[in-house]
Structures are given as C-alpha cells and as structure tokens.
C-alpha cells in the first residue's frame, strides 16, 4: 500500500476537527493569532513555542529521533560488532547475550546491521522531505503569486500523477534511473514536491490579497523580497507540518520499494532491503529477523507523526489537543 | 434543583391579564395566571483551557402567555448562552445552575428524550444565520416536515407536504409549492430565515425563541421578518422570546425588556420605562448610541459611543462588571468592590445599579 | 447534475490520453521492447523486424498512434515472456484485483465511518482514546510489514496454538484446491490480504471521518434539529452522518491510486494472481507491452473510479448537483 498518500493533495493528514462549540471569549486575543493574516511578530513565536513544550509526546518524540539518529550515524561506536561481518560457521542465531537481535544466514549481527542500515534510511527520509519541502515551496510560492500559466502547469501536472499509483511510477523510475540512496531520493522527491506545492500555492492565494502584502508592494519591494521576507514566514507552520509528513512518508515508501526489490539494493542496506528477504523468514526458526527492521520504521515514523502533530496543534490552537 | 417558588413574581402593572380563551388548545394546561416561562437564579458556566467562564450568572425573568419579551446585549452578555439553556441545548460541559420552570415544570430536571418532547413542540427556536442553521443537504419542505414528523408519527407524507407548503405561505414566501422543494441555498436571506420562523411555528408552540432573527438581513428585510413575527403572533398566540443587541428591533414589537451584559442582569422593565426612563447606565448608553428620529439634532448632539470594550468573561471586572465604562462610577467605591444586586426602582422596573438616579444625564442633555 | 458529468468525463479524456502517451513513451525508454530477439539465434532479423512491426525507428507520437489504435481496438500486444495474448493476461489478472479492491473498499468504509463516527460522538472517551492510538500506528506501519506480521501471527502461530491442520486464515492466493465461488474457503483467504490493504486506509479515513463529523456536529444545522425535536441517534445519523459523509467522498476518490498500490504488495505477499504480481513480474522481466497496457488500464481504471466518486458527491451534495 502507498504511503506518498500522507503527502498527496492538499489535505492534511489529519484533519483539524473543530471541538464542541464553546461560548465565545470575547477579548481572548490567542484566537487571532492563528489566522496567519498578520505579519510575523516575536510574540508569535514564543507563543508557538509554548504551545510546542505543551504537547508532551512531541517533545519524547523528538528524544527518542535524536536517540535514533544519534544511534545510527554513530554505529562505528556504538554497533557491537563491525559492519557487514559474517560469520558464516556460525549462521543464523536467534538473540541471545551476545547477539541481542539475533543474526542472519551469514552470521551477520542483526542489531549492527540495523543502525547501519538506519543511516541509510533516515538519510533517504531527510533528505526527500527536506528537497521536496524546498523544491515545493518555491514552485507552489510561484505560482500562487504570478498566478496564470504557472499555476494551471503545477495543477495539471498534479492531476496527470493522481491517475497512476505512486508505487508503480516510482518503480518504473528506478528502474530507468538506478537504485542507489541519491537516485531513490531524487526520484521520491520528483514526486512528492507537488504536494507540497500545492498546499504552498493556496496559502500563498489567500496571502497576496491581504494588507501587509499590499504595503509592503506599495513600498516597493520586489517580488522575490515579498515571497521571501513576507509570505514564507507567515505559512511556515504548514510548511514544517510537509516536512514531517514528508519524512514519514519518505521512510515508509523507501522501505516498500525495497521490499518490492526496485529500492536500495545490496551491499548498501537500509531497514526496507533488510525486509526483503522477510518473506522466507515468515514462519521458519528465523521469523525474528521479521521483527526489528519493522519496528524501527514503526518507531521513526510514529515519532515523526507525532512532531507533526504538536506542530500543527502550536500553529493551530482552534485544532483539537490531544 | 427544585422551582424556587417563594421568589417573588415579576409582573408588570401594565400587562394586560392573559386571556385564558383566546390561547390555543396546548396552552390551556396551565391555565392559571403564573407565568409561561419563569427563569429563576440562571447561572451557566464553561471550563475552558483558560478557566472558568460564566457565561451567565444569576438571570431571573418570566415569560407570559402571548407576551413578548426583548433580551437585549452585546455578543458574549449571556443572552444566547441563557436560551439554549431553557431548551437545554448547551454542551454537557456546560454547568447549569438555578430553575427553569415552564409551565410548572422544571426543565433541568427532565430527561433528555422528555425535553425532546418540548423542544419544537412546546417551545421552538428561530436561530440567526439561517443559511448555517439550515441543513444544506435537505430541501426545505422536508426540513419543514421532518419538525412536524419527529411530534406526530401518524401524519402521512403527502400532509406534511401540505402542511409544509402552508406554512412557507403563511411566512410570505412566494410561490410555496415549488419552493418547498428547493434546497437553503437556493433561498434568499430573507426568505432563508422566514423557512427558519415557519420550522419553528409548525408545531403552534406556546414560546417562540427568535436568537437574533434579523442580524444577518438587511433593514428592510429586517423589517420584513419583524412583521412576519407579529402576524404570527397574532395567529397562534405564542409567547416571543426576542434575542437581540439592537434596541432599535426591540422597541417596535416588544413589551418587556431583560438588558443583559457580561452574563448578567443589568436592568428589567417595561418597554416605555426602559426606553424613557432607563435606570441603567448600559442602557442609558446603548439608548443614546441609537441614532433617533424623533429627537431634534442640533448640531452639538453627536452619536453617544459606550467608551471601552465589552468585558472578557474569563477577566470579568470587579463589582459592577460594568464599571469600567460607567461615567457615573464610584471607581475606586463601591463600583468596583461591591456586585450591584437587581432592586426595583419603580413598580415593575429593575435596576442592577447602585446609583440609578445619576442615570439620564446622558439622554437628556445633549453633550 | 447531467452536464456536471458530462464536463467530468470530457475533462478525464485528455488527461487519459497525455498520461498514457507519458507511460508508453517512458516505458520505451526504460526498457527496449525487442529485447527478447536478441538473444535468439538469426538475432539481427528479428531485431528488425520487431523493431520495424512496432515502428520504433518513428519518433515517439508515430508510436503512441499505432499503439492506440490497436489498444481502442482492443488488441494490446502480446507478451514478450509468455507470448500471450496481453488482453487476455490482463483481464484475468484483474478479476483478481477487481474482487481484493472490492471487499477492501468496502470493508475500509464501513469500518472507518464505525469508527469515526463513534470517536467524534464520544470524544476524549477510552474509546475514542484507542482508536486514535491504533490510528496512529496504522498510519506509522510498513503495510507490507504489517502483512507478514499478520501472517506470522494469525496463520502461522495461531495455527500451532489451536492445534488445527490448516491454518485459519490462509495466506496464498484466494482459494485452497480446487475451490471456487463464495464460500467459507474464500472467506478465509480473504481476511488477511484484506487486513493487509486496508489497515493505512481505516486509520486514515477513521480519523478524516471523525474530524468530518465533530466538524458537522458542531454545526448550526445540528442545533436546530435538536431545537425542532428531533432525537439524537436521528440527528447523528439524518443529520451529522449525512453531511459528514460528503468530504470523505472525494478523501477516498484520491485514495483510490494508493489502493492500487496497496494491491501490488498484498498480491505479492499473498500470492494472488492480479494486477499487482502481474505488474511486478512484467517490471522484473521487462515486458513492456504487458507494462504498458497494464499501465494505461491501471490508469483508465483509476479516472473511472474518480469519475464515479464525482457523481456519488454530486448526488449526496445539492449544492454541486445544482450549480
């Protein structure tokens, strides 16, 4: 099943319900803030910070991230074991004292083996979000503001990628391009910008109308300026909320394409490929090796979600808190 | 909660005794001369991220058979919160203090499926913003019929649907039985909000609540809709309860006026007492700030503007929550430590006020 | 409601035909379609000819245009694996497809509008509580890994704990032997590839629907049934329910492509002989007129789909329908 689903069309992934109606509190000036209508102020993001702090599992998903990445890019140090070391006499081992996850048909160590491959996973969900994010932004800010040709492009083009699955354009592309991490990360993120752009392109529409934007035209700044000093600031929340849907999204489809055999292929490793094999694993002595590379992804993208969430509820404060 | 039964009533000398013959059929029940509705000691509270907030404190007024009866104040005054309340309509979050008796019998204490009984039947509502107030995806005759339905199991389709296109009629939309098949958005403002008053009436209730009927509509629509209320008042004798933070829909149609602000109870009067001889400086204040063709203007009368903001709730003021407006405020006095309490300044005439004689000043001279 | 359909279909004609052009044109450069003759023996002839029946040495829109005209006829090629005919492949591949598509439609939508429902009704309860945790990790999962778990788990273990021959819930294909039709067998194949499917839609559609519905039962409209009369299972379901239903309409219009892809992981772990395995092997071999019909239909198929949620939102929407 796809996963690009999290980043596709311009709803959020979930929606902000709107709670019980409750009596108006007249002169409660928190409400307006969210409307995103004014400029960028201090104030606002202190708010928003503290609103953040407010969401606790935001903040332990952040933790354990940090954890993860720190785990994963300092496997030289903290991996048990060398990467990639076989041990063919000793062969598949289910976990035990030495080996805490076990170890695969060629006696390699499957915790190691994880925090290696994780780095190759958490680089491909980064790095997608973070290009897609960029690449999305700019084209969306285009064309919300000089309208027209640019726009009717991006929409049309968006429409044309909804009529086939994701997984299967994704493949065929790598099938074209190649299977190494930075191709599987161009090629995700040639997908996923045109999410982001068009949640970009809306905002940007109703934004160019409001006053600030008008003054800042009157005092003649130029467009770029407008784009950069003006609007970006103000639709940062949505845009941050992309980049962790983007991550989320970004992991998970990385590990079905390797699952499918058209993502990272061996010797490079990452927690999908890990998965690949998982097939022959399902109800033999080995079924362990099922377990942890899906955890792992579990855990990343829960995380992620998570950060996701307190996000959007600090930028958001009429969305519901959970 | 029981009635609280030894309170005094809160008649006025100069309403007429209810014509017990001329009610229809449902209201002769209770026949006898207490009020229809009697709102006693109201008190509605919400707990919020941001603390308690009352929306409504300590609100006492009746409602008599064919009577109508203005409840006037700014968004937030309690005023809304205080009839979804009688219809028992707030969140469950909502805390509800104090009695509402209609017809001798408590509301807060009946069960839900008994209060499902009374609500459009007994007493109905008309909501402002009919276009939200009404179910987009039904058209507006089965909306119509589906009030009628939910009281009277045994009517057939076909009546409903008649009774339906009666109804449109009598509330003055044009050729009824082709638009009882239309859908809201097909609908005008105004004949919008005369589907919402044809909703509420199917049923003959004995109160009609109208929550600012006419804010969303232009003048003479408004004036419209006002009209169509009264014709509808005088057809099927319901008591009208009239929401509203213009005094100007007030003063035409109705003949008490309960003044609300910051959730409670500011003043309580006749209409002609009220509007000549306010006892409040809210009301003093809301009267001047109506522009008024029956006064001379020279040139020295500007527009009267109640200075300040209305009050948040979470931070209502001290004492009189009013005080920080007040031109007449004792500040610091009693004003701002001591709660004025409702008293009467004349029969029939209620003030929360502890100086209600300095109030006039304002209408009388001009600045 | 008519011309509303109409300007939808006229409008999904181009964008079939471009994006069909975009996949021939893509596959082709992907993979060479006369690749098998070249290792056969008299290799360069059959090149040529190959090459010469599938003019490729025309530029691309000359290819797009014979392709096309043999696909409106309905002759799609054969396979350069199997040699069949690829028409015939693909309808029998999509039976398979067609029925997972079914019963997984189906039962995401019954179970998210349940669930959603139910959470925005009681909400902040312990149930409302659960399924937003389940949702999350619904959403969180690998779905492929989500099936070999379930396999693991529901068929293999389960199978050793209850002590029974066969597992309960099989795992390859949609009937054991020679069984066919609807029957308890089928039931039983069905449950897991089903899971497997639908677990990220539920959770994503459960949650939708439960902020659609909060969103409805906070409207004005709610309150005035409830002022009219009208009793609260009624007022959820005529009133909050109905209205609640119209957005998810178009959320699962959109999701229908991320059903398609679904389908290519559920067929593989659960070796179901649909769409999905055939696009895979076709990928893996380099089948390229097998690819490229698969994709065109896959596409066709999708745009029908959407084409049918826009008439399903105009028949539960007044406000589109009369516009």
Same mark, same amino acid.
């Given at each position: 099943?796809?996963?690009?689903?999290?980043?596709?069309?311009?709803?959020?992934?979930?929606?902000?319900?709107?709670?019980?109606?409750?009596?108006?509190?007249?002169?409660?000036?928190?409400?307006?803030?969210?409307?995103?209508?004014?400029?960028?102020?201090?104030?606002?993001?202190? #708010?928003?910070?503290?609103?953040?702090?407010? /969401?606790?599992?935001?903040?332990?998903?952040?933790?354990?991230?940090?954890?993860?990445?720190?785990?994963?890019?300092?496997?030289?140090?903290?991996?048990?074991?060398?990467?990639?070391?076989?041990?063919?006499?000793?062969?598949?081992?289910?976990?035990?004292?030495?080996?805490?996850?076990?170890?695969?048909?060629?006696?390699?160590?499957?915790?190691?083996?994880?925090?290696?491959?994780?780095?190759?996973?958490?680089?491909?969900?980064?790095?997608?979000?973070?290009?897609?994010?960029?690449?999305?932004?700019?084209?969306?800010?285009?064309?919300?503001?000089?309208?027209?040709?640019?726009?009717?492009?991006?929409? =049309?083009?968006?429409?044309?990628?909804?009529?086939?699955?994701? !997984?299967?354009?994704?493949?065929?592309?790598?099938?074209?391009?190649?299977?190494?991490?930075?191709?599987?990360?161009?090629?995700?993120?040639?997908?996923?910008?045109?999410?982001?752009?068009?949640?970009? =392109?809306?905002?940007?529409?109703?934004?160019?109308?409001?006053?600030?934007?008008?003054?800042?035209?009157?005092?003649?700044?130029?467009? %770029?300026?407008?784009?950069?000093?003006?609007?970006?600031?103000?639709?940062?929340?949505?845009?941050?909320?992309?980049?962790?849907?983007?991550?989320?999204?970004?992991?998970?489809?990385?590990?079905?394409?390797?699952?499918? $055999?058209?993502?990272?292929?061996?010797?490079?490793?990452?927690?999908?490929?890990?998965?690949? @094999?998982?097939?022959?694993?399902?109800?033999?002595?080995?079924?362990?090796?099922?377990?942890?590379?899906?955890?792992?992804?579990?855990?990343?993208?829960?995380?992620?979600?998570?950060?996701?969430?307190?996000?959007?509820?600090?930028?958001?404060?009429?969305?519901?808190? /959970? | 909660?029981?009635? @609280?039964?030894?309170?005094?009533?809160?008649?006025?000398?100069?309403?007429?005794?209810?014509?017990?013959?001329?009610?229809?059929?449902?209201?002769?029940? @209770?026949?006898?001369?207490?009020?229809?509705?009697?709102?006693?000691?109201?008190?509605?509270?919400?707990?919020?991220?941001?603390?308690?907030? =009352?929306?409504?404190?300590?609100?006492?007024?009746?409602? /008599?058979?064919?009577?109508?009866?203005?409840?006037?104040?700014?968004?937030?005054?309690?005023?809304?919160?205080?009839?979804?309340?009688?219809?028992? #309509?707030?969140? =469950?979050?909502?805390?509800?203090?104090?009695?509402?008796?209609?017809?001798?019998?408590?509301?807060?204490?009946?069960?839900?499926?008994?209060?499902?009984?009374?609500?459009?039947?007994?007493?109905?509502?008309?909501?402002?913003?009919?276009?939200?107030?009404?179910? *987009?995806?039904?058209?507006?005759?089965?909306?119509?019929?589906?009030?009628?339905?939910?009281?009277?199991?045994?009517?057939?389709?076909?009546?409903?649907?008649?009774?339906? !296109?009666?109804?449109?009629?009598?509330?003055?939309?044009?050729?009824?039985?082709?638009?009882?098949?239309?859908?809201?958005?097909?609908?005008?403002?105004?004949?919008?909000?005369?589907?919402?008053?044809?909703?509420?009436?199917?049923?003959?209730?004995?109160?009609?609540?109208?929550?600012?009927?006419?804010?969303?509509?232009?003048?003479?629509?408004?004036?419209?809709?006002?009209?169509?209320?009264?014709?509808?008042?005088?057809?099927?004798?319901?008591?009208?309860?009239?929401?509203?933070?213009?005094?100007?829909?007030?003063?035409?149609?109705?003949?008490?006026?309960?003044?609300?602000?910051?959730?409670?109870?500011?003043?309580?009067?006749?209409?002609?007492?009220?509007?000549?001889?306010?006892?409040?400086?809210?009301?003093?204040?809301?009267?001047?700030?109506?522009?008024?063709?029956?006064?001379?203007?020279?040139?020295?009368?500007?527009?009267?503007?109640?200075? $300040?903001?209305?009050?948040?709730? !979470?931070?209502? *003021?001290?004492?009189? &929550?009013?005080?920080?407006?007040?031109?007449?405020?004792?500040?610091?006095?009693?004003?701002?430590?001591?709660?004025?309490?409702?008293?009467?300044? &004349?029969?029939?005439?209620?003030?929360?006020?502890?100086?209600?004689?300095?109030?006039?000043?304002?209408?009388?001279?001009?600045? | 409601?008519?011309?509303?359909?109409?300007?939808?279909?006229?409008?999904?004609?181009?964008?079939?035909?471009?994006?069909?052009?975009?996949?021939?044109?893509?596959?082709?450069?992907?993979?060479?379609?006369?690749?098998?003759?070249?290792?056969?023996?008299?290799?360069?002839?059959?090149?040529?000819?190959?090459?010469?029946? #599938?003019?490729?040495?025309?530029?691309?829109?000359?290819?797009?245009?014979?392709?096309?005209?043999?696909?409106?006829? $309905?002759?799609?090629?054969?396979?350069?694996?199997?040699?069949?005919?690829?028409?015939?492949?693909?309808?029998?591949?999509?039976?398979?497809?067609?029925?997972?598509?079914?019963?997984?439609?189906?039962?995401?939508?019954?179970?998210?509008?349940?669930?959603?429902?139910?959470?925005?009704?009681?909400?902040?309860?312990?149930?409302?509580?659960?399924?937003?945790?389940?949702?999350?990790?619904?959403?969180?999962?690998?779905?492929?890994?989500?099936?070999?778990?379930?396999?693991?788990?529901?068929?293999?273990?389960?199978?050793?704990?209850?002590?029974?021959?066969?597992?309960?819930?099989?795992?390859?294909?949609?009937?054991?032997?020679?069984?066919?039709?609807?029957?308890?067998?089928?039931?039983?194949?069905?449950?897991? *590839?089903?899971?497997?499917?639908?677990?990220?839609?539920?959770?994503?559609?459960?949650?939708?629907?439960?902020?659609?519905? %909060?969103?409805?039962?906070?409207?004005?409209?709610?309150?005035?049934?409830?002022?009219?009369?009208?009793?609260?299972?009624?007022?959820?379901?005529?009133?909050?329910?109905?209205?609640?239903?119209?957005?998810?309409?178009?959320?699962?219009?959109?999701?229908?492509?991320?059903?398609?892809?679904?389908?290519?992981?559920?067929?593989?772990?659960?070796?179901?002989?649909?769409?999905?395995?055939?696009?895979?092997?076709?990928?893996?071999?380099?089948?390229?007129?097998?690819?490229?019909?698969?994709?065109?239909?896959?596409?066709?198929?999708?745009?029908?789909?959407?084409?049918?949620?826009?008439?399903?939102?105009?028949?539960?929407?007044?406000?589109?329908? %009369?516009?």
């Amino acid at each position: 099943m796809t996963d690009e689903r999290t980043s596709t069309g311009s709803r959020p992934l979930m929606p902000v319900g709107v709670g019980p109606a409750l009596p108006v509190a007249p002169g409660d000036g928190e409400f307006e803030i969210a409307s995103h209508a004014e400029p960028v102020a201090r104030s606002q993001w202190q #708010l928003f910070w503290r609103r953040f702090v407010r /969401h606790r599992i935001a903040i332990a998903s952040i933790v354990v991230l940090l954890i993860l990445v720190l785990l994963c890019f300092g496997a030289s140090f903290f991996a048990p074991f060398p990467n990639n070391q076989q041990d063919l006499l000793l062969g598949p081992v289910s976990p035990n004292g030495t080996h805490w996850l076990g170890t695969d048909e060629l006696g390699r160590d499957q915790l190691t083996r994880l925090l290696y491959a994780g780095q190759i996973s958490l680089k491909i969900g980064f790095a997608v979000a973070f290009i897609s994010t960029v690449v999305g932004t700019a084209i969306g800010a285009l064309a919300g503001f000089f309208g027209k040709a640019t726009d009717q492009a991006l929409m =049309r083009a968006t429409d044309l990628f909804l009529v086939l699955p994701a !997984i299967a354009i994704l493949a065929l592309a790598l099938e074209f391009f190649g299977h190494t991490d930075t191709v599987i990360i161009i090629v995700l993120a040639g997908l996923f910008w045109m999410s982001v752009a068009r949640v970009v =392109r809306g905002q940007v529409l109703s934004l160019k109308e409001k006053e600030f934007v008008e003054a800042a035209r009157a005092s003649g700044a130029s467009p %770029l300026r407008i784009i950069v000093r003006h609007i970006i600031p103000n639709i940062i929340g949505p845009i941050m909320l992309n980049v962790t849907l983007g991550v989320a999204a970004a992991i998970i489809t990385e590990s079905t394409l390797s699952f499918l $055999g058209f993502g990272v292929q061996p010797p490079q490793t990452s927690w999908g490929n890990m998965l690949s @094999d998982a097939e022959g694993y399902v109800g033999t002595s080995q079924s362990y090796l099922l377990y942890a590379p899906g955890l792992l992804i579990l855990l990343t993208v829960l995380a992620v979600n998570f950060i996701g969430d307190g996000l959007s509820d600090a930028f958001d404060p009429q969305s519901e808190k /959970h | 909660m029981t009635p @609280d039964r030894s309170s005094p009533p809160d008649d006025t000398a100069d309403l007429s005794p209810v014509d017990t013959a001329s009610l229809t059929l449902e209201s002769t029940i @209770d026949s006898g001369n207490g009020p229809l509705l009697s709102v006693r000691d109201l008190s509605v509270s919400f707990q919020t991220d941001d603390g308690l907030v =009352r929306a409504v404190d300590s609100v006492t007024f009746d409602v /008599h058979e064919n009577e109508t009866v203005g409840i006037v104040g700014e968004s937030g005054s309690g005023k809304s919160v205080s009839s979804l309340a009688i219809l028992g #309509l707030l969140p =469950r979050s909502a805390k509800i203090t104090g009695d509402i008796v209609f017809r001798g019998q408590s509301l807060p204490a009946l069960s839900e499926k008994e209060m499902e009984k009374i609500r459009g039947k007994e007493i109905a509502m008309i909501f402002q913003d009919a276009l939200a107030a009404l179910n *987009p995806v039904y058209s507006v005759g089965k909306q119509i019929a589906e009030a009628i339905a939910v009281h009277d199991r045994d009517v057939d389709k076909q009546t409903l649907r008649e009774r339906s !296109i009666e109804l449109l009629d009598l509330v003055g939309i044009p050729n009824p039985s082709e638009r009882v098949d239309q859908y809201p958005h097909e609908y005008s403002g105004g004949m919008r909000q005369r589907a919402m008053i044809a909703m509420a009436i199917s049923n003959d209730p004995a109160l009609l609540i109208a929550d600012e009927p006419t804010t969303a509509l232009d003048v003479t629509i408004q004036a419209q809709v006002l009209e169509v209320l009264e014709r509808i008042q005088d057809r099927t004798r319901a008591a009208i309860m009239l929401i509203t933070h213009d005094l100007g829909v007030v003063a035409g149609v109705v003949e008490r006026v309960v003044v609300m602000y910051g959730g409670r109870q500011v003043e309580l009067g006749s209409v002609d007492d009220t509007f000549y001889d306010p006892k409040h400086p809210y009301t003093e204040g809301l009267l001047a700030s109506l522009p008024r063709l029956d006064r001379r203007s020279d040139k020295h009368t500007r527009l009267h503007r109640i200075v $300040g903001q209305p009050p948040s709730l !979470i931070h209502l *003021p001290s004492g009189c &929550a009013f005080h920080p407006r007040c031109p007449y405020a004792e500040v610091p006095g009693r004003c701002s430590e001591d709660r004025p309490e409702l008293a009467e300044v &004349a029969p029939g005439h209620r003030s929360a006020c502890f100086f209600p004689e300095r109030v006039g000043s304002l209408v009388e001279e001009p600045a | 409601m008519a011309t509303y359909i109409l300007r939808r279909v006229l409008y999904s004609i181009p964008v079939i035909l471009i994006a069909s052009f975009l996949l021939l044109w893509s596959v082709r450069q992907t993979f060479d379609p006369c690749a098998q003759f070249r290792t056969s023996q008299g290799g360069a002839a059959s090149v040529a000819r190959c090459r010469a029946s #599938l003019q490729l040495d025309d530029s691309i829109f000359t290819q797009y245009g014979h392709w096309l005209g043999d696909a409106v006829q $309905g002759n799609l090629g054969q396979s350069q694996q199997t040699n069949a005919e690829v028409s015939t492949t693909i309808t029998s591949a999509f039976w398979y497809t067609i029925q997972l598509i079914f019963w997984g439609i189906l039962v995401s939508a019954l179970l998210s509008i349940l669930l959603g429902v139910y959470s925005a009704i009681r909400q902040y309860s312990i149930g409302d509580y659960t399924f937003t945790a389940l949702a999350f990790i619904g959403l969180a999962m690998p779905p492929f890994w989500f099936g070999l778990i379930a396999i693991q788990f529901l068929s293999v273990e389960l199978k050793d704990v209850l002590g029974t021959s066969q597992p309960v819930f099989g795992f390859v294909g949609l009937h054991s032997g020679d069984s066919t039709g609807f029957n308890m067998d089928y039931v039983r194949h069905l449950v897991l *590839p089903v899971m497997t499917l639908t677990v990220q839609i539920i959770a994503e559609w459960s949650r939708f629907q439960r902020a659609s519905m %909060l969103d409805t039962m906070s409207a004005d409209y709610i309150r005035t049934a409830r002022a009219k009369g009208v009793p609260r299972r009624r007022v959820v379901v005529r009133h909050g329910l109905r209205n609640a239903l119209i957005p998810l309409v178009t959320v699962m219009a959109l999701d229908i492509g991320a059903l398609f892809g679904g389908i290519v992981i559920t067929e593989k772990i659960f070796s179901i002989p649909g769409m999905g395995r055939l696009f895979l092997t076709a990928l893996l071999q380099g089948d390229v007129p097998v690819l490229e019909a698969w994709l065109v239909v896959t596409a066709i198929f999708i745009v029908l789909f959407n084409l049918l949620a826009d008439v399903l939102y105009g028949v539960l929407d007044p406000r589109i329908r %009369l516009s």
